[in-house]
């Protein structure tokens, strides 16, 4: 993902510690987010009842923290690579033997500095396959093939786990697919894992550079367009989860979320609120380029869970033990209250 700007609600240069940098954007009162309070999350609207009940999710933080290591000890899952391919078997076969009908969307993306096409796929887990009425949890699950937040650029193309970014949110899906079958609601889920959302190789201390980032998200928001007129679903909302498992997450409402879809952030940082999820904050948080941008253009509200002050990101040191379980275990139960409730 990419950060446009920090968000803050003073006129002129803001400075954001990036790396070692300092990385200056001009920021004006027009673009100082909306006024969310903290101490008043909204009480969210369109649940069956009045108020949106809390699950009793049972997911287990240590296996999901389990499930997060074994991606990780399969290396790096750069698009194309075995290691990817390892990775969507992996999961394709524990997707599907918890019960879910898996599609894996296949595709061809040409990046600005490669010679060649790359093969990629999103993988699309779909549960209740047969409602009509659908909602999305998706992450990207591809890993970045040069750490370019490291200081030392020598480093930049050393191999990372990047656990918290990307893999976490497929952690938790896998731990999430053990209570699927329990999980009544009006709506069908498929969770999604968006491919070449960090196929960047030319990039720069900022994120900048002339690289293409969300190839994923992209291409299933194209073919989504594209068969509006012969698939039977429709997607009412979306949540993508991004750094969002770290220890001491901060899950500040990201900027572009709140523009596109204001009712959808009410419902998620509502139900948080309602749950007592301490993690998720009323407040305005950065604007964050990530895969979301992608499924609004296409008509489905989507907001991004994220938590862009992770000191870890795009690092060596985004490692397993930087992930906590009991993050992973808030958000899950967030998520599962929020589509569950949906009326």
């Not at 779909?126 to 659908?134: G, H, K, T, V």
């Amino acid at each position: 993902m990419r950060i446009a700007r920090w968000v803050v609600g003073a006129v002129g240069a803001a400075a954001v510690a990036c790396g070692g940098l300092a990385v200056w954007w001009h920021v004006s009162p027009a673009t100082a987010g909306p006024e969310l309070n903290p101490d008043d999350p909204p009480k969210p609207s369109g649940f069956a009842a009045d108020a949106p009940k809390p699950v009793d999710l049972k997911f287990d933080p240590e296996r999901a923290l389990k499930y997060l290591k074994q991606l990780c000890d399969l290396g790096s899952r750069v698009s194309g690579t075995e290691g990817m391919r390892k990775q969507q078997d992996l999961l394709e076969a524990h997707f599907k033997e918890h019960g879910a009908a898996v599609t894996r969307q296949e595709f061809q993306a040409k990046q600005h500095s490669r010679r060649d096409k790359t093969p990629m796929a999103n993988l699309v887990i779909s549960w209740n396959p047969a409602a009509d009425r659908r909602v999305l949890i998706c992450s990207h699950y591809d890993t970045r093939p040069i750490a370019d937040q490291e200081a030392n650029r020598a480093s930049w193309n050393r191999p990372f786990a990047s656990a918290n970014d990307g893999t976490s949110g497929a952690a938790l899906m896998m731990e999430l697919a053990h209570h699927m079958k329990g999980l009544k609601g009006a709506v069908g889920v498929d969770f999604v894992l968006f491919d070449g959302e960090e196929y960047v190789f030319e990039t720069n201390r900022t994120g900048a550079g002339g690289d293409k980032y969300f190839f994923g998200s992209e291409h299933f928001a194209d073919d989504y367009l594209k068969t509006r007129n012969t698939r039977k679903h429709r997607y009412e909302a979306g949540v993508l989860l991004d750094l969002f498992s770290g220890k001491d997450a901060k899950l500040k409402v990201e900027q572009y979320s709140y523009a596109a879809a204001p009712k959808l952030v009410d419902q998620v940082w509502g139900v948080a609120a309602a749950v007592g999820a301490k993690s998720f904050r009323y407040e305005a948080g950065y604007e964050v380029q990530d895969d979301h941008l992608a499924l609004n253009r296409a008509g489905i509200p989507c907001v991004d869970v994220i938590d862009f002050d992770y000191p870890h990101w795009h690092k060596l040191t985004d490692t397993p033990d930087k992930v906590s379980g009991d993050q992973m275990a808030e958000v899950a139960k967030v998520l599962a209250t929020w589509w569950t409730g949906l009326k």
